[in-house]
């Protein structure tokens, strides 16, 4: 009898590092993807703030807000069985105190189904993680480029702060994060910080030696509506096939072929 597969935890993805089974996660942001992206075998989802730019249009993360993050975590949660599914913290809901972050990131366990949340880390933020740790949210801590600080690093460019990188990657683990997601920085330096740390880290434009790597999954579909960044990769190109159906659509219902009789009641 076949039986379900085991959901994934935060403690799976350590033992999956230990075994060097490459760890997958794609983004997502709504009950279908979630399911299709579960279904499809990925072990981890991110709800991450990037659906400021893919899903509402915007040029950056920042206007992300801690109830759309909530909203769309919750459609996530109820959407998965298997894979482990983690929240990105959006721009100032845990930059205010650990009271405040602890606050959101508890709302993120209490109402959506999901497991863990992330936090763009810069430097001695390892005693937030702690605390939250400490209260019982797993953390995914994320360093290298962090989109929340676009103004003050001037851009999106590749981080190479061999030094601080190390340290950072060191002191969130101390702090008791599960993994360390590493956003463009230089693949030899990204296998460095795999090497030197025991949690597994993600890679996104940090190189094939990561423990595992994530796609934002607009990206990963060819759904991407401006440029698409160098270091993702089009599996499929869904806004061609999304683009041709519906023009189709349009083409059948002004030439009177659809509905036809089949689509119709008697
Ligand atoms: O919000 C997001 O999509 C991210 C990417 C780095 C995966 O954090």
Redesign the pocket.
């Known amino acids: 009898m076949a039986t379900a597969e085991a959901p994934i935890t935060v403690k799976r993805f350590m033992e999956m590092k230990s075994a060097g089974h490459k760890i997958t996660m794609v983004?997502a942001y709504d009950y279908p993807m979630a399911r299709l992206a579960d279904e499809a075998g990925v072990d981890g989802i991110?709800v991450?703030?990037?659906l400021a730019m893919v899903v509402q249009g915007h040029d950056t993360?920042l206007p992300a807000t801690m109830q759309q993050m909530l909203y769309h975590a919750e459609m996530v949660g109820r959407a998965v069985r298997r894979a482990l599914v983690v929240v990105?913290m959006p721009f100032m809901s845990y930059q205010l105190g650990v009271r405040e972050a602890l606050k959101n990131a508890g709302r993120v366990l209490k109402q959506t189904r999901c497991q863990a949340v992330?936090l763009e880390c810069g430097p001695n933020q390892a005693e937030l993680v702690a605390a939250l740790v400490q209260a019982g949210i797993p953390v995914m801590a994320?360093l290298g480029l962090r989109?929340q600080s676009v103004h003050q690093m001037g851009g999106y460019s590749v981080q190479r702060d061999r030094q601080q990188l190390l340290e950072d990657s060191r002191a969130v683990q101390q702090a008791g994060a599960f993994a360390i997601?590493l956003?463009c920085i230089p693949a030899e330096l990204a296998a460095e910080i795999t090497a030197s740390v025991q949690v597994p880290t993600i890679g996104?434009g940090a190189g094939p030696h990561c423990d595992g790597q994530?796609q934002?999954l607009h990206d990963l579909l060819g759904l991407t509506l401006g440029r698409r960044p160098r270091h993702a990769k089009a599996y499929t190109d869904l806004k061609t096939t999304i683009q041709q159906a519906l023009a189709q659509y349009c083409q059948e219902v002004r030439e009177g072929v659809f509905p036809a009789l089949e689509h119709s009641f008697r």
Do not use: A, Q, R, W
């Open positions: 983004t991110l991450g703030d990037s993360t990105d992330k994320h989109p997601l956003e996104i994530i934002v």
